[in-house]
């Protein structure tokens, strides 16, 4: 069975532009969680989605926003890119849906340069 | 402060060596985690554990709730080990998200 998929793997942007990440969990898990991971230091929480609905959202601005689909793949939107949101993009799966007290399978990263 | 703290920061050693890696966290949990990341970025699941003891083949993790402290140890080392090892809590209240501490470098010399 597949594991997490994330893609793109690698992406370059300039500063002031959009991205979105895209991610498909395991088979039959239903719960999408994304982090960030600045280089160097531990990933860090940014939301959280269950069913759809979003169950929870670290301490990042309003430019960051996510959705998840009615197969229960996700997506992570970052508008107006500044250099600070250079990071790997980590997003990772679990059936539970308290996210964190469930065994979590991370996808391989999306590695987001902004320049 | 931050709520996970982990030591050492790196570690290098001989293969066969047997490793003590260390998380120290702040606030109250339900679930602690230990992960693996390789180079490229890619993270596995090691352990989730709330009490007690967990092995896995020469992974053993450990836990004292009171004390705020768990502790991953490798035995045999292997240069396959070589990886940074993230240590990661879920708080007893609010919304369950993971924090995670910064990582600790391995490194076993063949």
């Known amino acids: 069975d597949a594991g997490v998929t994330q893609s793109p793997t690698h992406l370059i942007k300039t500063r002031g532009q959009h991205v979105t990440l895209r991610c498909s969990p395991i088979?039959?898990?239903?719960?999408v969680s994304w982090y960030q991971q600045v280089l160097g230091q531990g990933p860090q929480f940014i939301f959280q989605?269950?069913?759809?609905?979003?169950?929870g959202r670290g301490n990042f601005p309003d430019r960051f926003s996510a959705r998840q689909f009615p197969n229960y793949s996700s997506e992570l939107n970052v508008n107006a890119l500044l250099l600070g949101d250079s990071a790997l993009y980590l997003c990772?799966?679990?059936?539970?849906?308290?996210?964190?007290?469930?065994?979590?399978?991370f996808g391989p990263g999306t590695r987001l340069t902004v320049l | 402060k931050n709520e996970v703290e982990q030591s050492p920061q790196n570690l290098t050693a001989q293969e066969g060596e047997f490793i003590t890696i260390n998380c120290s966290y702040s606030?109250?949990?339900?679930?602690l985690h230990w992960l693996q990341q390789h180079p490229g970025g890619g993270i596995v699941s090691l352990f989730m554990?709330?009490?007690g003891k967990k092995k896995h083949g020469r992974l053993i993790a450990t836990i004292n709730i009171q004390e705020k402290h768990s502790s991953l140890h490798i035995t045999a080392s292997h240069p396959r080990d070589s990886a940074v090892y993230i240590c990661?809590?879920?708080?007893?209240?609010?919304?369950?998200?993971?924090?995670f501490g910064t990582g600790t470098r391995l490194t076993i010399i063949p």
């Open positions: 989605y269950y069913e759809k609905e979003e169950r």
């Open positions: 990772a799966s679990s059936f539970d849906p308290s996210g964190g007290t469930d065994t979590q399978y």
């Open positions: 606030v109250g949990i339900s679930a």
């Open positions: 554990l709330s009490s």
């Open positions: 990661a809590v879920v708080s007893n209240f609010g919304n369950e998200k993971l924090t």
């Open positions: 088979s039959g898990h239903k719960s």
